[in-house]
């Protein structure tokens, strides 16, 4: 489970910017046992969402982005990165200082009984600073501080370490856990593991968990869970199904060489190849009554929101079943305020989401506001300053003088009582200007 994430110099976050999972005491009786996972080892109150808005351009996405770097980084720095390859981190360019200092990131979460603080800094040719803590009981312990090439690491919590340090097995652009994960250093493998389980998607390009979705309605089992969410939204399909491609039948638009490769690839290894989903709609007769069936295409014929909501629900039921983190950018779109509000209430849910899931995105859907689903801790706003600075901050840090819980949380953002809103007195002086543009 996700406790916190911190970003500092990345992309539009010039200064730190830290999205804390941590229920707050103001809202200790608001939605408390729907939002808020008890975790009893630690005494901790995580919540199950969290929700950010802001204007166009406020580093909503941006936010995102740092979290999928930081994920990607550890996953991937000793394997894809050589010696000399530039690592391609984007620090805060609108200032001459920042833009030639480090950027900074650090995961604080909960993983099987234990906590792990782990966080590194770097510029775009070396791993400036790297560390990791962990705290099993109560005492938080240093496993390893790295300050360039300079490792220190705990002697019998992190065996292994210094014949990894000795041998100079760590490259200045790698980082020391993802190498040490490589060589089956325990800790590390944990780590990266949780790294690997922690989920960033678009919501604007579903095309990549489309498959996955997919793939997925090929076991009848999570095929019938899938279309029952399907069936739930009310969008008119009674069955779906998995296609394969047909070796001879390509596309004709597909290049000659892939047309080749797939071929080859279906004749010698009995391969199969996922082409489109087929859904079923039911068909009538003049009296309206049922008669038969009828297929569609779900890439040909159902619309851009069916399709959104169809790739969602893999995701969405695989980090449900085991309890993982989801983040996406743009969640919403192309989906009816409607529906998007239903996968919500799954994550929020006390018993749908028994395994305590996360689900982490940004919207400008400022309806969800007014559906009672959120808390104040839950609900984060972006905005940038005339420095093209970006900041991040919670409605619970507003006084409960000036926020009360009762209140219409839609009404007063659009009113601007909560800032992160785009400042459109501009677009007034053009409509009142009798010249027009």
């Known amino acids: ?52 808005y802001g204007p166009n351009a406020s580093g909503k996405s941006r936010f995102l982005d740092a979290m999928m770097f930081m994920r990607d980084f550890v996953i991937r720095s000793a394997k894809d990165w050589q010696t000399g390859d530039i690592i391609p981190v984007d620090p805060f360019r609108l200032n001459i200082i920042s833009r030639n200092e480090g950027s900074e990131f650090e995961m604080i979460f909960y993983e099987k009984g ?16 790297e ?8 005492k938080e312990i240093e496993i390893f501080y790295r300050n360039y090439q300079d490792i220190e ?109 797939v071929r080859k690839k279906i004749r010698e290894e009995d391969a199969e190849f996922l082409s489109d989903v087929e859904t079923t709609h039911k068909t009538f007769d003049d009296e309206r009554n049922p008669v038969d069936a009828i297929s569609f295409s779900m890439d040909n014929d159902e619309s851009s929101g069916t399709k959104k909501f169809f790739a969602l629900t893999g995701p969405i039921l695989d980090v449900l079943d085991k309890g993982l983190i989801l983040a996406v950018d743009e969640f919403d779109s192309k989906l009816h305020p409607n529906l998007a509000c239903k996968l ?37 706003f972006t905005e940038k300053n005339r420095y093209g600075e970006a900041r991040l901050y919670s409605l619970a840090d507003f006084k409960t003088a000036k926020v009360r819980k009762e209140e219409n949380y839609e009404e007063k953002y659009i009113q601007g009582k909560y800032g992160a809103v785009p400042y459109t007195e501009y677009f007034d002086d053009l409509l009142n200007n009798t010249n027009g543009m």
């Open 153 to 261: 690491f705990h002697k019998t919590r992190y065996k292994g370490a210094k014949m990894l340090v000795d041998q100079g097995m760590v490259r200045e652009n790698a980082l020391f856990l993802s190498v040490a994960a490589q060589f089956n250093l325990e800790i590390s493998k944990r780590i990266v593991k949780w790294f690997k389980k922690l989920q960033v998607i678009s919501g604007l390009k579903e095309e990549g968990y489309h498959f996955y979705t997919m793939t997925k309605t090929q076991d009848s089992e999570t095929k019938n869970r899938i279309l029952d969410l399907v069936q739930r939204a009310d969008l008119g399909i009674a069955d779906i199904s998995a296609k394969s491609m047909d070796a001879n039948s390509l596309p004709e638009d597909m290049p000659e060489k892939l047309k080749e490769m």
């Open 1 to 52: 489970m996700l406790i916190q994430f911190s970003v500092r110099n990345f992309k539009t976050f010039k200064d730190e910017a830290v999205l804390n999972m941590t229920a707050s005491n103001y809202d200790k009786t608001d939605r408390e046992d729907e939002n808020v996972i008890q975790e009893d080892t630690f005494k901790l109150r995580l919540l199950k969402s969290a929700v950010i």
């Open 131 to 138: 560390w990791l803590y962990n705290r099993p009981k109560t």
């Open 114 to 129: 234990e906590l792990f603080r782990y966080g590194f800094e770097l510029n775009s040719e070396v791993v400036i600073a």
């Open 344 to 380: 919500i209430e799954l994550f929020n849910s006390k018993t749908f989401n028994k395994n305590n899931a996360q689900l982490i995105f940004n919207t400008h859907n400022t309806n969800l506001l007014k559906s009672d689903l959120f808390r104040r801790d839950q609900i984060w």
